[in-house]
């Protein structure tokens, strides 16, 4: 992967202590036929309910970073800092370099035909902000809103993995950030 810059580490250690959202779910093939769909330029738009385009702006062996935007229009950039072919990877999105969140994809596998996929947004809105405000803000508004979207795009994972057949935007419903 890239070298990360300075900032990009200091960024990183911030987010990992924050309050976190997240979803899992079962996917009826192994981790490796998981990954084999993400690791695809644009692997988002089969199965991601809330994308409009997934666009790869850089995607090669030592850099992958791209580009999401969402049936709302907003934009929103990835940049790859950690990549593990066939058990995931770790990486910062965010509209501008000083507003990231930390987004981890893990994949294991429960079997050699299932595996279980989790997704973790530690979000950026929490770094530098005391503690108690961030878990009180967690728990009763980011956090909710966080799981309810992680889990619209691994049930859409799972769907096109049973289908091979492109999600339907907003499948799961629609969500206040992210849908028109």
Same mark, same amino acid.
């Given at each position: ?14 987010? *990992? @202590? &924050?309050?976190?959202? #997240? ?12 990954? %084999? ?57 965010? *509209? @501008? &370099?000083?507003?990231? #969140? ?12 299932? %595996? ?65």
């Amino acid at each position: 992967m890239q070298v990360l810059t300075d900032s990009d580490r200091v960024q990183i250690d911030r987010l *990992g @202590s &924050v309050p976190f959202a #997240s979803a899992s779910r079962s996917l009826p093939v192994s981790a490796a036929q998981v990954f %084999s769909v993400l690791e695809r330029p644009g692997h988002l738009e089969p199965f991601h309910p809330f994308c409009r385009e997934n666009t790869a702006l850089v995607w090669d062996e030592s850099e992958r970073r791209d580009r999401i935007v969402y049936l709302n229009g907003l934009r929103l950039d990835r940049q790859f800092v950690q990549w593990s072919p066939g058990e995931g990877f770790e990486l910062l999105i965010g *509209g @501008s &370099v000083e507003k990231r #969140s930390l987004v981890t994809w893990t994949l294991r596998d429960d079997s050699s035909a299932s %595996s279980t996929i989790s997704i973790t947004v530690r979000p950026y809105i929490y770094a530098g902000k005391p503690r108690v405000a961030s878990a009180a803000m967690n728990r009763l508004w980011i956090g909710p809103r966080l799981t309810s979207y992680l889990t619209s795009v691994v049930n859409g994972l799972h769907q096109y993995l049973e289908t091979s057949e492109r999600v339907a935007r907003n499948a799961y419903g629609s969500h206040p950030w992210f849908s028109r």
